[in-house]
Every structure is written in structure tokens, then in C-alpha cells.
């Protein structure tokens, strides 16, 4: 089993955007140095809060100060970018890493972004799918190029010089291309069926229920079988709240303080989701009212906090509800105590994935067998 931490990133501090870039850096470089496996990056275009605006560009920067750590995006949000750029940098990302690139995507899921670039969200599944078939095609063709998908065109036929390299697309380090993931975060996802299909990496988003979360891989399933892959749990990433302590009273301690970081951003979840019509996606039973949905609520169903031993009993019961997953993604929450938060990451990597490693992978292999 694989650890992975994944970064939306989102800080509620208001601190300057240097300050939060800062702190993104160092708990990278802090994964890294303590046994992280995996790296993953979000970006949005249009959101202070979530400040990362360009995840490739972010991730450049922890190539040479990091070691082993894969550098993942989480996701590039192809319905906002041209297929020729995204295959073009991606590609040179890949090379510059030397292959410690797996390449998350998604649909997009921020109303100010779709706004910016004129995009529907209605249509984002489908455009991410041709996106998609398009960066693969300029992989796997070579110049002159006259390409298209559903949704795009891409041609590069009249300037065309092999001899000085004018008018040559760059392919990836990897052969024959980087691992693909995408996320999901509704009940019953259909980009999680999508993925399915197309023999992708799956991740479910930390906010989701554990029920929510088993829903993720019963269309992920559905979607493999329908298409005649073989769906493996291995590939299936399920990132949680986590937060560990050297003592169960020190967890407590933290979590009973008015603004700890993890209640914080429950907050702005439960805000920004009700505010576009996507409270229920917190709730536990059909009747349950969107003034139910509280912070206090998010907190008691979705984030894993206490001393090591606490938390792997506790991620054992939700992979109980949810089935085996191949890789856990921790959350990244602003540093709000630093100490703790470093500490709380020494002690995933190092207390809490032997045993629930130890655990899930003979749960893996069961299942691997059916």
C-alpha cells in the first residue's frame, strides 16, 4: 500500500500568496523527506483561497529539492486548457522529472473558472474525454499532425520543418506515457464510471462520505466491466482527513480549539457546497435537512484524528464500509500549528502505514484474486 498526501491546496489564513506558496513548498519537501510516496497538486484559475493557479508550475519547483516523491497533478482541469499545450508541457514536465509524474485530470469543478473561460459544466465530461483523446493522439502521432477528437482540432501541417525540429511536439519520458488519474466526489460518479472505462487511476475526494466513497468504485467497476478492463483496487486512491498525535488527549486538545485548521475547512466546504446546491453530498440519511449539515457534523464523519493506533483502527472500520484501496492520500490542511502537522505526518508515514499496510494488503490481494 502507498501514502500520498493530496493538496487542494486551501489556506483561510489570508496570508500573501508568496506566504501560502511557502508553506505548500515545505510540507512537500517535509512528504519527501519523511516517506511519501506521492505528491498531488490542484489548481484553479480564480479562487484567492486556492491559490495554485498553474499545478505543473508548482510541481516544477519540487523536482530538484525533492528525492523520490512522485509529483502528481490533482488535477489539470482539461476542459480549461488547449489540448496542444497541456500534451506539450505535460510532456516536458514528465521529462524533467524523469518520469515522477503521474498525470491527474478532471472536468474542472469551480463556477468562477467556467466562467472565466466561457466553458459549460454540463458539457465538462465530455470535453475531458476529448481533451484527453487528443493528448494521447499527439503522443502517439508525429509531425505533420491533422488530428481530432468530439471536441477539438489539432494541426500542424504547412510549417512543418523535420530537419531544423519546426513543428515536432515533444512526447513523454515515460513509455509509452504517464499513469492517468482523475477524481471524484458525487454519489455514484459518472467521471468515476468514465474512468473506469478508460483504465484510469481513480481518487475519491476527502469530503465524501464512506459511503460516498464505496459508491466511487461500484461505478468505477461498473465502468470497467462495461468496457472489458479489469478494474484493480491498486489503482484506486482514497484521500481522508488524518491527523495524527503522539497522545490521544493531544488530538482532542487540538480539535477543541475554536479555529483548528481542520474545522476551518469544514467550514468553507459546508459554506462554499451549500451555497451551489451540493449540501447533500454531506449527508448521512435521505431526511437529513441542509441546517443539519455542520461543521461539527463534517468533523465527527470525515475527518480520522487521535494517537496512531486510534487512527489505523479507524481507517480499518471505513475501509470495513468502503472496500480496499491501493494508496492513501492524507489531506493537506494549513499549517495552522506547524509542529503538529509535521508531527502528524512523521507519524502516518512511519506508525500508521506499516500496520494499515499490513492490514489492506492482504485485503488487496483477496481481492485481486476474485
Not at 195 to 215: C, H, Q, Y
Not at 323 to 330: D, E, R
Amino acid at each position: 500500500m502507498k501514502l500520498g498526501i493530496f493538496m487542494q491546496p486551501l489556506h483561510l489564513s489570508g496570508a500573501p500568496y508568496h506566504a501560502m506558496y511557502d508553506m505548500d513548498l515545505a510540507c512537500a519537501i517535509h512528504a519527501d523527506k519523511v516517506g511519501y510516496d506521492e505528491l498531488w497538486m490542484g489548481e484553479h484559475t480564480s479562487q484567492r483561497t486556492e491559490p495554485v493557479t498553474n499545478a505543473l508550475q508548482f510541481l516544477s519547483a519540487l523536482i530538484p529539492v525533492t528525492e523520490r516523491i512522485k509529483l502528481c497533478t490533482g488535477v489539470l482541469n482539461l476542459p480549461h486548457h488547449h489540448p496542444a499545450r497541456i500534451a506539450a508541457d505535460a510532456a516536458m514536465f514528465d521529462h524533467m522529472s524523469k518520469g515522477r509524474f503521474i498525470m491527474g485530470i478532471g472536468p474542472g469543478g469551480l463556477a468562477s473558472d467556467f466562467e472565466v473561460y466561457k466553458s459549460d459544466h454540463r458539457s465538462s465530461g465530455a470535453m475531458l474525454a476529448s481533451c484527453y483523446d487528443m493528448v494521447r493522439a499527439i503522443w502517439n502521432s508525429s509531425a505533420p499532425y491533422d488530428l481530432e477528437t468530439a471536441h477539438h482540432k489539432v494541426s500542424i501541417r504547412n510549417t512543418v520543418n523535420e530537419a531544423l525540429g519546426v513543428g515536432l511536439m515533444p512526447t513523454p519520458y515515460q513509455d509509452p506515457f504517464p499513469r492517468v488519474a482523475t477524481s471524484a466526489m458525487s454519489n455514484f460518479s459518472s467521471t468515476a464510471k468514465l474512468a473506469g472505462s478508460k483504465d484510469w487511476d481513480l481518487i475519491s475526494a476527502n469530503f465524501n462520505l464512506p459511503s460516498t466513497v464505496a459508491s466511487h468504485w461500484q461505478s468505477y467497476s461498473e465502468g470497467a466491466q462495461a468496457a472489458g478492463v479489469k478494474a484493480d483496487w491498486r489503482n484506486w486512491r482514497v484521500a481522508r482527513s488524518v491527523f495524527v498525535t503522539d497522545s490521544q488527549a493531544q488530538a482532542d486538545e487540538y480539535l477543541a480549539r475554536e479555529t483548528n485548521a481542520l474545522s476551518k475547512y469544514f467550514d468553507f466546504m459546508v459554506t462554499h457546497l451549500k451555497a451551489i446546491g451540493y449540501a447533500g453530498i454531506f449527508k448521512t440519511r435521505p431526511e437529513m435537512t441542509d441546517d443539519e449539515v455542520s461543521v461539527e457534523h463534517c468533523v465527527k464523519e470525515m475527518v480520522i484524528a487521535g494517537d496512531a493506533k486510534s487512527v489505523v483502527d479507524q481507517l480499518v472500520a471505513f475501509s470495513e464500509t468502503t472496500g480496499p484501496f491501493g494508496t492513501l492520500l492524507t489531506t493537506f490542511h494549513e499549517w495552522d500549528d506547524e509542529a503538529l502537522w509535521r508531527r502528524s505526518m512523521e507519524l502516518t508515514a512511519q506508525h500508521v502505514m506499516p500496520k494499515l499496510s499490513e492490514y489492506m494488503d492482504g485485503h488487496l490481494a483477496a481481492a485481486l484474486e476474485k
